[in-house]
C-alpha cells in the first residue's frame, strides 16, 4: 500500500536561514512524487513534482526538492526562507502501477519562517 | 482567474440534514476529486471520478456519495450528515492522461468548511 510520512508537524526556521522539510514514503513500483503548498485561507496549490530523471527538481517561488531512491525520501528545501513562506506543506506520492491518478498525501507540515 | 470553484466557503448544518457541496472547474479537465482535510490527518480521499457519470471510491466513502452529470461539475453529497463529517472539503481537478505533464497536478478550489451541529 501507498503512504507518506511527514515527521514534523511543524518546522520553525528564521528568515534567511536554509529551511528544510522532511518526506518519506512507501510504493510499489517507482514513485511518482510531489509537494503542495497551502497558504491561510487558501487551497492547495502545486510546487513541485518529480517523476523521473534528475534527482533535484526545481520548483515554483524558489524551493527545490531532492529525490533519494535509497533512503525513499523526498525532502524539500529552500537555500533562503521568507517570512511569506510560512504555510502548511504537504508532500503527495502515487506508484506507477494501476490506480486513476490517485494521489495520497501526508499530514502536513507547518512552516513558521520568523523574522 | 480563478479555475476550480467551490459553490460555498462555510456551511452550518444540523444532524441529520442532506448536504450538497458543488464543485465547478473550466478546465476541460477528465479527473476531478474529493478530499476532505482535518488537522493531523492531512488530506483523505473521499471520493474521485475520471470521467462523466463515472465514479471510484477513495478511502474514505462511507457517508458520502457524489454525482458528475457533467465534465465541468462534481458534486459531494451527505445523505445524512453526522458530526463526524465536520471538516474543510477540498475539491480538485486534474488532466486526464496519466503520461503527459499535467499528469497529477491537481488544482485545487478555496474549500468548503462544513460543521454539522
Known amino acids: 500500500a501507498q503512504s507518506v510520512a511527514q515527521p514534523e508537524d511543524q518546522v520553525n526556521v528564521a528568515e534567511g536561514n536554509p529551511l528544510t522539510v522532511k518526506c518519506t514514503y512507501s510504493v510499489s513500483g517507482n514513485p511518482y512524487l510531489f509537494w503542495y503548498v497551502q497558504y491561510p485561507n487558501r487551497g492547495l496549490q502545486f510546487l513541485l513534482k518529480y517523476i523521473t530523471g534528475d534527482n533535484l527538481v526545481k520548483g515554483s517561488y524558489g524551493f527545490e526538492a531532492e529525490f533519494n531512491k535509497s533512503q525513499t525520501s523526498f525532502h524539500l528545501k529552500k537555500p533562503s526562507a521568507l517570512v511569506s513562506d510560512s504555510a502548511l506543506y504537504f508532500c503527495?506520492?502515487?506508484?506507477?502501477?494501476?490506480?486513476?491518478?490517485?494521489?495520497?498525501f501526508g499530514a502536513g507540515t507547518r512552516l513558521a519562517v520568523h523574522p | 482567474d480563478v479555475k476550480v470553484t467551490q459553490s460555498s466557503r462555510y456551511l452550518v448544518k444540523r444532524t441529520g440534514e442532506k448536504v450538497f457541496l458543488e464543485c465547478v472547474q473550466d478546465?476541460?479537465?477528465?479527473?476531478m476529486f474529493w478530499y476532505r482535510q482535518d488537522p493531523g490527518l492531512g488530506l483523505r480521499l473521499i471520493y474521485f471520478?475520471?470521467?462523466?457519470?463515472?465514479?471510484e471510491k477513495g478511502d474514505i466513502p462511507e457517508g458520502y456519495s457524489v454525482s458528475r452529470e457533467k465534465k465541468e461539475r462534481f458534486s459531494l453529497i451527505l445523505e445524512s450528515a453526522s458530526t463526524n463529517q465536520t471538516s474543510m472539503y477540498l475539491c480538485?481537478?486534474?488532466?486526464?492522461?496519466?503520461?503527459?505533464?499535467?499528469?497529477?497536478?491537481?488544482?485545487f478550489g478555496a474549500g468548503s468548511r462544513l460543521t454539522v451541529l
Open positions: 478546465m476541460d479537465h477528465e479527473n
Open positions: 480538485a481537478s486534474s488532466p486526464g492522461l496519466a503520461g503527459g505533464p499535467g499528469a497529477n497536478v491537481l488544482t
Open positions: 503527495a506520492v502515487r506508484g506507477d502501477s494501476g490506480g486513476y491518478n490517485k494521489l495520497i
Open positions: 471520478s475520471y470521467d462523466v457519470k463515472m465514479k
